[in-house]
């Protein structure tokens, strides 16, 4: 039967599958950053288990590190000054260091944005599964992969037991044919592709993205469409890998060699679709109708040709779409049918998962060459890895950069989200080459529009937001990169003399550290820890009318810095709630209002309930108020996902019904949902709703996935067994015994064997 390039590696992975269809998979590849990874290594650590395959798990931090200088950098403890920040960032060296992983600390090279640095390594191949506690893991799908992001109970689910249990997803493909219009960038292809199909047109689908178009662009192009491709409310995005894919891997570090090379890649040329594939949905997309494109609004999809203006909500006839064109023109304050081009910006934003990669800080520096910021605008551009750093300064991008005044800084996330003390002042617009637009996301208050590198370098110097086509590009010659294999031993050796010099103090400690994955964990199928049980559930239902909840919404990020998952429920839907200025309750939230402070279920009527982030901490934050059940019309995959994990029930049902039930929420009355019989009652009404026949049982009875999981060891080593034979360059060997410097309790450890 002919297959997708997602059918195919899919098929490679699937350990074991049960009647109702739910798989078991192997998983290749596990990054791992300081946010969404304390409450696994605590879950590991309670359930006495160790990380079953160390040598595919790659730790790194990105999310909370300021991007200031290094210069003086000791460690994360004296470095970063924000207390909850630095605890997880320390959290994360010492579960890295008592698990035995490898970690790029912030005085390796390698460090940067958990996204940009596993393809710099090789460590993303083709044809492997790639997870991350991170929305944007669906970047990697530029290589072939099947990359997405996952909740921190299947974090904790993959470091136990290399597996994730998953349903296949819809196939999707989306072609892009003809050749890019000048000034238009796969920013812009990959901003049209989510204003043509919506930020929920890929829910339940993997898309594949092909055509002329993208098979002509670079690796780091494709990356920033599949990294994307999560805004357009997919679980992953594919690229099959082609010869540029293989010429980008080349010489990677963790990329297979010699003979092994020539293997992987008879195998990577097996991976794109058949020929008469077929797919669930089709999508078209003429290059021709793309121009340099940004959003107007508070979602990715609210975009608009640069030379187009703001909508104008009394021509929208839908009630709920035009609500919401009105709340986003009020909140990214810009009146209806006014140009974007013009718009006058405060701060510029080079930066993030999507573009911060070497390529991307080109095609700004083209731009800016010669030139001045604007004097109003403070424009930063934060490289996405150390790596990238070091290449851009080779070709003397940051002089062309900070002589434009632009700000050069160190790699991390950055203002992407602003986890870190890089923000968005109340007020403040920014035009951004991230990739979330959402309310609040850059700094409560602040103004997000999304474009290209190149565009947000046009609004810098004008001050403005500009179509870049008006402006003269200058030629920057692009220095071959030296590999990252020679940047490695060049740190290294380096840093050796160092280790030398401050070798006397902490030896000790160091000699103590060796053996800590072993101490971590004595039993490997240690007991499940177990869910709270769900079997019927009775209380008011507090009603929601907002279309694209996502999850900044439901948990802004300076919750995110907790290494608990309890205490999150005073700060659900904060921004909602409170008053930014005096932080006094908004009486016109439903949950400040009786008896909805006490409601148990939430009816929300507006689709794709949960966008964006992977953050558990949003269903963390329900559950803790007392809320164990959604009722939504859609909901993004991973929220719901996360939902089960933590013993919540999310509900689809069709708009009537929901209309219905809201309006009896309103009423202030209580309504049962009886997941036994699937069945919600309401007001003497009933209706009846659809659930997995697994996640049910699990439910039901309380079930965690870990515990299950492990009763299937046997198979999973014979998966492993079989993947070492067919595909020996996925078992890590890349780095030999390197060392890398971290801090525990303050303590400076001398170095430690974390590398492979
Ligand atoms: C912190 C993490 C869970 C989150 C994500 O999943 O996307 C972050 O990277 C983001 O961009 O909001
Ligand atoms: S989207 Fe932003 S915050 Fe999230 S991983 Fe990418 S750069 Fe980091």
């Known amino acids: 039967m002919s297959r997708t390039l997602y059918d195919k590696v899919w098929d490679d992975h699937v350990i ?82 008592a698990f035995g992983l490898t970690y790029f600390g912030m005085e390796d090279s390698r460090q940067g944005i958990v996204h940009v640095i596993g393809p710099e390594q090789g460590f993303t191949l083709p044809g492997t599964t790639v997870v991350c506690g991170d929305s944007h893991t669906s970047t990697h799908g530029a290589f072939g992969a099947l990359a997405f992001g996952i909740g921190t109970s299947e974090v904790e689910h993959v470091l136990a037991t290399q597996t994730l249990l998953q349903k296949k997803s819809k196939n999707m493909r989306i072609r892009v044919q003809g050749k890019a219009l000048p000034g238009v960038t796969s920013k812009d292809i990959v901003l049209h592709i989510i204003g043509v199909i919506g930020t929920a047109g890929g829910t339940g689908c993997v898309i594949e993205f092909c055509g002329d178009t993208i098979a002509a662009l670079s690796m780091e192009s494709r990356m920033s469409i599949c990294n994307m491709s999560i805004e357009a409310g997919a679980r992953a995005g594919m690229v099959a890998p082609d ?17 092994e090379w020539d293997r992987a890649v008879e195998y990577w040329k097996t991976l794109s679709s058949d020929a008469d594939a077929k797919y669930d949905i089709n999508v078209e997309i003429k290059a021709s109708d793309i121009a340099p494109t940004l959003t107007w609004g508070t979602s990715p999809q609210d975009v608009v040709p640069i030379t187009g203006s703001t909508p104008d909500p009394a021509k929208i006839e839908d009630p709920a779409r035009r609500a919401a064109v009105e709340r986003a023109l009020d909140y990214i304050g810009i009146a209806p049918n006014t140009p974007m081009e013009g718009v006058k910006v405060d701060k510029v934003f080079i930066g993030s998962c999507t573009n911060s990669r070497i390529e991307d800080l080109r095609a700004a520096a083209a731009v800016v060459k010669g030139k001045r910021a604007a004097e109003w605008v403070d424009a ?43 923000q968005l002042k109340p007020g403040e617009r920014c035009a951004s080459t991230s990739n979330r637009n959402f309310e609040g996301r850059q700094g409560a208050g602040g103004r997000t529009h999304l474009v290209s590198p ?41 840093e050796e003399v160092q280790a030398e010099t401050n070798s006397s103090e902490d030896s000790s400690a160091a000699a103590n550290t060796t053996a800590a994955p072993a101490a971590a964990a004595s039993t490997s199928a240690g007991e499940s820890a177990g869910i709270p049980k769900f079997t019927t559930l009775k209380g008011y239902a507090a009603p929601l009318d907002i279309s694209n909840v996502d999850t900044d919404m439901i948990i802004p990020k300076q919750f995110l810095k907790t290494i608990k998952r309890t205490g999150l429920g005073k700060s659900l839907f904060f921004a909602l709630r409170y008053d930014p200025a005096t932080g006094e309750e908004n009486p016109n939230f439903v949950l400040n209002q009786e008896p909805y402070r006490e409601a148990r279920i939430m009816v929300c009527t507006g689709p794709n309930f949960g966008c964006g982030s992977s953050r558990e901490h949003a269903p963390w934050a329900f559950n803790d108020f007392g809320i164990r059940c959604i009722l939504a019309p859609s909901f993004a995959d991973i929220f719901y996902n996360n939902c089960f994990k933590n013993g919540m029930l999310p509900i689809v049902l069709a708009q009537e019904q929901l209309e219905a039930i809201h309006a009896e929420a309103k009423k202030g009355s209580e309504i049962e949902v009886d997941l036994i019989n699937q ?24 079930l965690d996935d870990i515990g299950l999981t492990m009763q299937k060891a046997d198979k999973i080593a014979k998966f492993e067994e079989k993947r070492t034979e067919s595909w020996p360059w996925l078992d890590g060997k890349g780095y030999k015994g390197k060392a890398t410097k971290i801090s525990i309790n303050g303590h400076q450890n001398k170095k430690t064997k974390l590398d492979w």
């Open 679 to 702: 069945v919600v009652h309401f007001g003497g009404n009933q209706v009846e709703f659809n659930v997995e026949a697994f996640r049910k049982h699990c439910l039901v009875n309380g």
């Open 16 to 97: 074991d599958q049960q009647e109702d269809g739910t798989c078991l998979i192997y998983i290749d590849r596990h990054l791992v950053h300081e946010v969404t990874s304390p409450q696994a290594f605590e879950g590991l650590r309670n359930a006495s288990r160790p990380v079953r395959r160390p040598d595919c798990t790659l730790a790194t931090v990105d999310h909370n590190i300021p991007t200031t200088t290094r210069k003086n950098f000791k460690n994360i403890t004296s470095f970063i000054k924000e207390d909850d920040s630095r605890t997880q960032c320390e959290t994360l060296e010492q579960n890295v260091e």
């Open 380 to 422: 930063m551009v934060v490289p996405g890895s150390g790596l990238v750093k070091r290449q851009a300064e080779r070709e003397g991008l940051d002089k062309i950069f900070t002589d434009a005044g632009f700000d050069w800084r160190e790699a991390g996330c950055s203002m992407c989200l602003g986890m870190n003390p890089d």
């Open 243 to 259: 010869e540029i894919t293989f010429e980008y891997l080349r010489g990677k570090p963790l990329a297979p060699k010699g003979a």
């Open 454 to 494: 190149a565009m947000a370098a046009a609004a810098g110097i004008k001050g403005c937001l500009t179509d870049v086509r008006n402006m003269e590009i200058s030629e920057i010659p692009s220095t071959p990169k030296q590999s990252p294999r020679q940047e490695v031993s060049a740190q290294f050796e380096s």
